[in-house]
């Protein structure tokens, strides 16, 4: 089995999929995190991936005459962030070391990432750059498994590090921040096979996984989406829960 930091850098081999198989965020989820960003704010999405937050973001910023930056480890995933938000500014860098000047962003967000970060090194250095009274915002998407073919889903891909991690009480605080704020949303997404298979093949365990596990999880998600009848022109409805945390540099 990969290690974690192999998890977590496997994305850009499969950018594509992560495109077109992840869900963008609610857009009242990324206007809670950024609840009481002022006007004109310079706001840094860390671990952008392919740019699902950092579009949300930058249409709300766009409204207000802010900007974003968009940073992430992977070029890979730069490069289709790029392609599909032409003239986007971007950097390559981790939540652990943004390079950033000094109390230079209004906002950090980071969205399916908390979870592959060193919290009190990320802390640091994001508290680093932020202004006082800065904002940090976490979000997630989870499949809602509380609905019985999604937990059957779940199953035969395997719980995902994000999953864990939340179940395990989600993210801590360190200084400069304060204690984190939550609130949840619930939505649904409608999808077609390709979507969800290409949802599948994004994940970091099936990325990292061997060629053989990669074929039993093609095989039962394809059984499953059979049985279901999700075939051509049919469409699926995946039931999604949106975490968000906020917290403000002290």
Known sequence: MATRDEM???????????ERGRPTYPVEAVAWLLDGVGDAARVADVGAGTGKLTAVVSH????????I?????????????????PGTETLVGTAE???????????????????????VAASAELGR???????????????????????RLGG???GSNAELFLAAGGPSSAPPFEEFEEHQWRWVRTMMRDELLAMVHSRSYVITASEDERARIDDEVGALLDEMGVAGEASVELP???????STRR
């Open 60 to 67: 709300l910023m766009a409204e207000r005459g802010g900007e």
């Open 97 to 119: 070391h943004v390079n950033l000047p000094d109390e230079s962003v209004d906002a950090v967000v980071l969205g399916q990432a908390w979870h592959w970060v060193d919290p």
């Open 156 to 158: 035969i891909m395997q």
């Open 129 to 151: 750059i932020l202004k006082p009274g800065g904002t940090l915002g976490l979000i997630w998407n989870s499949r809602d498994e509380s609905v019985q073919w999604v937990a």
């Open 69 to 85: 930056i968009a940073v992430d480890p992977d070029a890979a995933m730069l490069d289709t962030l790029r392609a599909t938000l």
């Open 240 to 246: 999604y829960v949106t975490r968000a945390f906020r």
């Open 8 to 18: 977590a850098r496997s994305f850009g081999a499969q950018a594509g999929a992560y």
